[in-house]
């Protein structure tokens, strides 16, 4: 006797209903996956352009920068984040907590201080009273979720050692000046309430993430520090880097510990909307093992190479704009590193949509380089028409309370 069709749909509909219950969700997200949800958020944020007068096509922006009351409502920001690290809430659970005294005590924190706010076990949405120079006497230890967020104000956290992410997870930094960073060390420095202990020497880096995750740093400004400007090592993961005005450093972004460590397999960075400015020579990025989508940057100056890796990371470059320079030596946009040919030759590089400006080059490799991808390639290039505008705020911003950021 055959069951009546009323019934059928009424089962395949409880069937719909029930199945994501049943789905086992991994925490190493599918990468084509995040790279399609990038993709679709630009594709939409394009096409709201018509309806937002301040809009750039720049989805993280016109998430919130078109709001007049953002000030009020700061914590938007949180659901603001794409790519890899778009899970990255910070502190958008917790209360606000003002930064009033630029000061700092590496073990003593005062409240009021930074380092007293990024110390602390609960989340919390850090936020500054008004303009400040904050010179760290040692690395600022974070505390998992914590936000960092500038707007309204003119921080720089310069002249001394800088971030450290070791081991934590859910950090928002936004909207500040970060450079001239030193090396720490040799030191006491608590990393939370209950916890100080010694610190053998760092290396100097702007926002150095040690088995990090859920990380998103947008829209800071970061220049002329010891080591890199932001690196990520030894087994982080889901990071979004974006938004950011980088300039005047050597080695810009180290993304990967070592060829041997192999943990690093797993990581899975998002770098999008990024200018990489004046005065920078090399890793925009330099990548190890995992997996790293380059998406919608501005590279207007580059004096050795763009973006380079070793130990067979898998780069997925998309929609940027390169522009070489006029020396004939530097054309080419990628290095590999230790290795010949024949082995780099297999690993997975590719350049979709890319536009390439005054002889610049992208090596291509693995099987993401065949013809067939090539040639279909040329559909994706309407985005990197829009990089100028998508990229023209990177770096911090000048916010003022009761208008469009």
């Known amino acids: 006797m ?63 920068r078109c709001d007049p009351n953002w000030e009020k409502n700061r914590k938007r920001l949180a659901d603001c984040a794409i790519g890899f690290g778009k899970h990255a809430i910070g502190g958008r659970d917790g209360k606000i907590y003002v930064v009033t005294d630029p000061g700092d005590h590496p073990v003593k924190p005062k409240p009021g201080t930074l380092r007293y706010g990024v110390i602390q076990e609960e989340p919390l949405w850090i936020i500054f009273k008004r303009d400040m120079v904050i010179k760290l006497k040692q690395e600022l230890m974070m505390n998992s979720f914590k936000t960092i967020d500038g707007r309204g104000t003119n921080v720089h956290i310069a002249g001394g050692p800088c971030i450290t992410i070791q081991f934590v997870t859910n950090i928002i930094i936004h909207g500040i000046n970060i450079h001239d960073c030193k090396r720490g060390g040799n030191a006491y420095v608590r990393d939370s309430t209950t916890h100080y202990g010694f610190r053998t020497l760092s290396d100097g880096d702007g926002v150095s993430i040690f088995g990090g995750s859920h990380v998103w740093v947008d829209h800071c400004s970061l220049s002329n520090c010891r080591d890199g400007l932001i690196d990520a090592i030894h087994g982080s993961t889901a990071i979004t880097i974006s938004n950011n005005f980088m300039t005047h450093h050597n080695k810009v972004m180290l993304l990967g510990h070592s060829d041997s460590f192999t943990r690093d397999k797993n990581m899975q960075v998002t770098i999008a909307f990024n200018h990489f400015g004046e005065g920078l020579v090399q890793r925009m990025p330099r990548c190890r093992h995992g997996y790293f989508h380059v998406v919608n940057n501005d590279y207007t100056h580059w004096q050795m190479y763009a973006i380079g890796g070793s130990a067979a990371p898998t780069i997925n470059s998309q929609g940027n704009r390169f522009l070489a320079s006029n020396d004939n030596t530097f054309k080419e946009v990628t290095k590999r590193e230790i290795a010949p040919q024949s082995q780099w030759k297999n690993w997975n590089w590719r350049s979709s949509g890319d536009l390439m400006l005054n002889g610049a080059f992208f090596r291509a490799s693995g099987t993401g380089a065949s013809s067939s991808y090539a040639r279909a390639s040329s559909l994706a290039a309407k985005p990197s028409s829009l990089v100028a505008s998508i990229t023209a705020s990177a770096g911090s911003l000048n916010c003022r309370k009761g208008s469009r950021c």
């Open 2 to 64: 055959a069951l009546p069709l009323s019934f059928m749909l009424l089962f395949l509909l409880l069937l719909l209903l029930l199945v994501p219950s049943f789905i086992h969700s991994s925490p190493l997200q599918d990468p084509e996956l995040v790279v399609q949800d990038v993709q679709k958020s630009i594709n939409g944020s394009r096409r709201n352009l018509a309806f937002l007068s301040c809009g750039t096509g720049n989805p993280i922006d016109d998430c919130w």
